[in-house]
């Protein structure tokens, strides 16, 4: 399971059917809030990303930026335009993600599949864990 999907991970409709087993103990708050969950992403993506994939790059945008929009991503279920109209419409958000201008749709979809070629999604998960206080 990647990262993208544990941080943004909701229940699924057939945990009703364990309703009898009382009330589950998780060890993570789950949020439901796009600014807490893109704060929470980028400081993930600080402590297990560089800055860029490489000293070429163009450095339009960090890999940590773009790793919290992958996240959000994830987090509306839409896909790569439809997070590219989102974050256009959320000021605060491009803010909070410090964006000069928000990224075409293919920079966001190039930088998923580099994280993923790289391993770069799957190995972030400790970072996550440590940096809440959660034992990985």
């Known amino acids: ?4 999907s544990l941080l943004c991970r909701k229940p699924s409709s057939n945990w009703a059917s364990v309703a009898d087993l009382g009330p589950m103990k998780t060890q993570r708050s789950m949020t439901r809030s796009p600014k807490a969950l893109a704060g929470m992403a980028i400081r993930v993506a600080r402590r297990a990303l560089s800055p860029y994939s490489s000293r070429f790059s163009r450095k339009d945008f960090t890999q940590h930026q773009l ?4 996240v959000l991503k994830q987090f509306f279920r839409t896909d790569y335009r439809g997070i590219v109209a989102i ?3 959320m000021p605060d958000l491009q803010h909070l993600l410090g964006l000069t201008k928000v990224p075409h749709f293919t920079t966001l979809q190039k930088a998923h599949e580099r994280l993923l070629k790289k391993g770069g999604l799957s190995g972030s998960w400790r970072f996550f864990s440590a940096s809440r206080g959660v034992a990985a």
Do not use: G, L, N, P
């Not at 399971?1 to 993208?4: A, D, K, P």
């Not at 790793?67 to 992958?70: E, S």
């Open 1 to 4: 399971m990647s990262v993208i």
């Open 87 to 89: 974050v256009e419409d």
């Open 67 to 70: 790793f919290a929009i992958v």
